[in-house]
């Protein structure tokens, strides 16, 4: 490894973890005002040039608006927003208040909603058009408002317009100092039991998204990144919008959802030339009957989310001109490993691994029943050195100490990431599961226990349990078993009215994809429902 790839990690962290470090400052205002940030493309493929002068501008001037509402320091700011200016404006003029930034997936039920901005401090939740009439009240979203809204259309009753906060006359507030500890994001991630765990994001973190954007994607100057990620999720938010600000360089921002055939004319309309997206979304282009454009110019392309199987590497590769590299991380952690990009790190892919641990990181595998390290080749647990890992931006989820001491070691030296893998003599790991019983499904991590709440509250449900099904274009999707109350019919209209109820209650992707009538479920002598013993099913 050569010497500016170890220097930069020390270099980053200097900017980022230091008392006076403001995000608005880092992430926008120490770049030169006339270079892009953003090209925003729309679907009929019309775009415009976004500067960082203007975003400092527009999000400076929303910042005052948001300071009207009552919004300062350590506040939460929840956005239900599609991938946009304004949602990159409304981002950058939260964290000038130094308030925190609470994202919400747009395929969202009120009831996940209302979780996430409930309780938490949460002061204004920002929504699009499309998005409002999820947070009115109702059997999962509550009358009496803790926050107040804003709206990116035409507002209405007590709605307040997010063009009408940009219009503000108040003075732009200066950056707010929180420093490299202070909470940039809140994003909230689902285990087997229990509600979401609000995970607070460090500012410090930004070292590490700027260290992927740099050494896994090698993101460069020249460079016409896109990275397909919504901006609900971790791997969207972190590296298709913060790490590119952080590095001052432009990227593509897409206003319309996915589609096979956009894809492939955004990719060449625009001459992208280096691509990240989930496994789903390369399966999906290459199932497609779509013709692939002959004037593509990519020379990157990275995957990240689920595991990445080999064969669409060798599509990639025949199709494409470059193969896909897997790279792998979490909510808490960021990325930590990768079959990196970066030319004092790239090396051959060995197929189906997610690669090794990228600079600024010691992650190992350890022994199932010790924290012992795992011999080269053994199934273990995937953990991250925390002392050995300068980067690392994660301490514990926010109020939720039992659950924070269940991912750390006592001694606090190993950071338990719940996946299973092995590791090879030459570093390489390769995934082979969860440890608990986390859904991957298209990049997205769902928690049983939220949609098995959901299903057991139709009244002709007794229980439910769920897994995950092995599915060739999702990786996995969602199965559930549950068991009737005596005498409820149990036929096809059953399951319909089950997969809408999830649908309504939690989010449109969690939906069981099949649904089995159980008499009863395995369960251990405790009464825990035993899942292993389900997937075998």
């Known amino acids: 490894m050569s010497t500016n790839v170890d220097t930069l990690v020390d270099e980053l962290l200097k900017q980022y973890d230091r008392p006076d470090a403001a995000a608005a400052e880092l992430l926008c205002r120490r770049h030169p005002r006339d270079a892009v940030a953003f090209t925003v493309v729309d679907a009929d493929l019309s775009s415009r040039d976004v500067t960082y002068g203007e975003l400092d501008e527009a999000s400076g001037r929303f910042a005052a608006g948001l300071a009207g509402l009552g919004v300062g320091t350590g506040d939460r700011v929840a956005t239900l927003m599609s991938k946009s200016v304004e949602l990159v404006t409304a981002l950058l003029g939260i964290w000038r208040l130094g308030a925190v930034h609470v994202p919400l997936f747009t395929a969202f039920a009120p009831g996940a909603i209302a979780l996430r901005v409930t309780g938490n401090g949460t002061k204004v939740v920002i929504a699009d058009p499309d998005q409002r009439p999820k947070l009115e009240p109702g059997p999962d979203m509550p009358a009496e408002r803790e926050w107040r809204i804003v709206v990116t259309g035409e507002p209405s009753g007590s709605d307040v317009g997010f063009a009408d906060l940009l219009a503000s006359d108040a003075p732009a507030p200066d950056p707010v100092a929180v420093g490299g500890g202070g909470t940039l994001i809140e994003l909230f991630t689902s285990g087997t039991t229990g509600a979401p765990k609000g995970v607070p994001m460090p500012l410090r973190g930004l070292a590490g998204m700027h260290a992927y954007q740099e050494f896994g994607l090698y993101h460069t100057d020249d460079d016409v990144f896109w990275n397909a990620a919504d901006p609900g999720w971790a791997y969207g938010l ?85 193969p896909v590299r897997d790279h792998y991380g979490q ?26 641990p990228l600079p600024g ?4 595998v350890l022994r199932a029943d010790s924290e012992e390290i795992a011999p080269v080749g053994e199934q273990g647990r995937v953990a991250v050195d925390v002392p050995a890992s300068p980067l690392m931006p994660f301490t514990g989820y926010r109020n939720a100490p039992e659950r924070t001491a269940e991912r750390f070691s006592a001694d606090r030296r190993w950071y338990f990431t719940g996946d299973v893998a092995t590791k090879d003599a030459d570093g390489y790991l390769t995934f082979a599961s969860r440890d608990d019983d986390v859904i991957l499904m298209a990049g997205y ?43 409820t019919h149990t036929g096809d209209e059953l399951v319909a009215e089950l997969q809408q109820l999830v649908k309504t209650r939690l989010a449109a992707h969690a939906y069981p994809r099949r649904i089995y009538v159980v008499d009863q479920l395995p369960k251990t002598p405790s009464g825990k429902i035993q899942r292993f013993l389900l997937r075998k099913r």
Not at 300 to 311: I, N, Q, V, W, Y
């Open 238 to 322: 972190y590296y298709a919008i913060v790490g590119p600000l952080a590095t001052g360089r432009r990227s593509l921002l897409l206003r319309a959802g996915f589609s096979p055939a956009l894809t492939w004319q955004v990719l060449s309309r625009f001459g992208v030339t280096n691509f990240a997206a989930g496994p789903t979304v390369y399966r999906a282009l290459r199932n497609a009957d779509v013709p692939v454009p002959g004037d593509l110019t990519l020379r990157r392309c990275s995957s990240a989310g689920e595991p990445l199987t080999p064969d669409v590497v060798t599509w990639a590769q025949e199709v494409l001109g470059v």
């Open 361 to 364: 990181w010691r992650v190992e």
């Open 445 to 487: 991590r769902i928690g049983p226990s939220e949609v098995e709440s959901a299903l057991t509250q139709h009244p002709a449900v007794a229980e439910a349990a769920v897994v995950g099904e092995p599915d060739e274009l999702r990786g996995e999707v969602v199965v559930a078993h549950v068991v009737p109350r005596p005498g």
């Open 331 to 356: 909510t808490e952690t960021g990325m930590v490993i990768a079959n990196a990009w970066h030319p004092d790190l790239v090396a051959d892919i060995k197929p189906g691994s997610m690669g090794r």
